[in-house]
C-alpha cells in the first residue's frame, strides 16, 4: 500500500511539473504572439494569442489538478507513517512533510496562475479585447506558474531523497 502511494505521489508530481512547464511555455508564447513582430494583422495576433492562452490554461489547469492530488495523496502518506517508529531516521518524515508543503504551495501559486491566466483569456473576447491587460496578465500568469512548478520540482527533490534514505 505504501509504495502504490509513493508511486502515485511521484507520478502526481511528475505530471504537475510537466504540465506546468507546458503552461509556462504556452504563456510565453501567448505574450509573444501580442507583440507587433509575431504579425502585422492585429486580428491574428488576437485570435492565436487566444488559442495560446486557451491551452496555456487547459494545462494550467492539468498541472493545478496534479499538484492537488499530489498534497492529498502526500497528506495522507503522512498521516499513515507519522505514528511509526522512525526515531532512527526522523529525516525521513521530514523530507516527506516538506514535499507535501511544497505540493501545497504549487497547488496556491498555480491557483492563482490560474485565475490571472483566465483573465487574460477573458480579456481576448471580442467584447473585452483589451490587449495590454491580456499581455500584463498573462506574464502575472506565467510568473506564478513559473513559481507553481518550482515548488513542485522542490517537493520532487524532497521526495525521492525520502524514498533513498528509507
Given at each position: 500500500?505504501?509504495?502504490?502511494?509513493?508511486?502515485?505521489?511521484?507520478?502526481?508530481?511528475?505530471?504537475?511539473?510537466?504540465?506546468?512547464?507546458?503552461?509556462?511555455?504556452?504563456?510565453?508564447?501567448?505574450?509573444?504572439?501580442?507583440?507587433?513582430?509575431w504579425s502585422m494583422?492585429?486580428?491574428?495576433?488576437?485570435?492565436?494569442?487566444?488559442?495560446?492562452?486557451?491551452?496555456?490554461?487547459?494545462?494550467?489547469?492539468?498541472?493545478v489538478l496534479s499538484?492537488?492530488?499530489?498534497?492529498?495523496?502526500?497528506?495522507?502518506?503522512?498521516?499513515?507513517?507519522?505514528?511509526?517508529?522512525?526515531?532512527?531516521?526522523?529525516?525521513?518524515?521530514?523530507?516527506?512533510?516538506?514535499?507535501?508543503?511544497?505540493?501545497?504551495?504549487?497547488?496556491?501559486?498555480?491557483?492563482?496562475?490560474?485565475?490571472?491566466?483566465?483573465?487574460?483569456?477573458?480579456?481576448?473576447?471580442?467584447?473585452?479585447?483589451?490587449?495590454y491587460t491580456s499581455?500584463?496578465?498573462?506574464?502575472?500568469?506565467?510568473?506564478?506558474?513559473?513559481?507553481?512548478?518550482?515548488?513542485?520540482?522542490?517537493?520532487?527533490?524532497?521526495?525521492?531523497?525520502?524514498?533513498?534514505?528509507?
Amino acid at each position: 500500500m505504501l509504495q502504490q502511494l509513493k508511486k502515485s505521489i511521484i507520478l502526481a508530481d511528475i505530471l504537475s511539473f510537466t504540465f506546468g512547464f507546458l503552461g509556462v511555455t504556452f504563456g510565453i508564447l501567448s505574450v509573444l504572439a501580442l507583440e507587433p513582430f509575431w504579425s502585422m494583422d492585429s486580428t491574428v495576433r488576437d485570435h492565436q494569442s487566444f488559442a495560446l492562452t486557451a491551452t496555456t490554461i487547459c494545462c494550467d489547469f492539468l498541472s493545478v489538478l496534479s499538484a492537488m492530488i499530489a498534497y492529498y495523496y502526500g497528506v495522507k502518506l503522512y498521516k499513515i507513517t507519522k505514528n511509526e517508529d522512525r526515531c532512527d531516521k526522523p529525516e525521513v518524515l521530514k523530507c516527506e512533510r516538506y514535499s507535501f508543503c511544497c505540493d501545497f504551495w504549487s497547488f496556491i501559486f498555480g491557483i492563482v496562475g490560474l485565475i490571472f491566466g483566465i483573465t487574460s483569456f477573458i480579456t481576448l473576447f471580442p467584447g473585452f479585447l483589451n490587449e495590454y491587460t491580456s499581455w500584463w496578465t498573462t506574464i502575472t500568469s506565467v510568473c506564478f506558474d513559473s513559481v507553481s512548478c518550482a515548488f513542485v520540482g522542490v517537493a520532487i527533490g524532497y521526495f525521492c531523497k525520502g524514498i533513498k534514505l528509507s
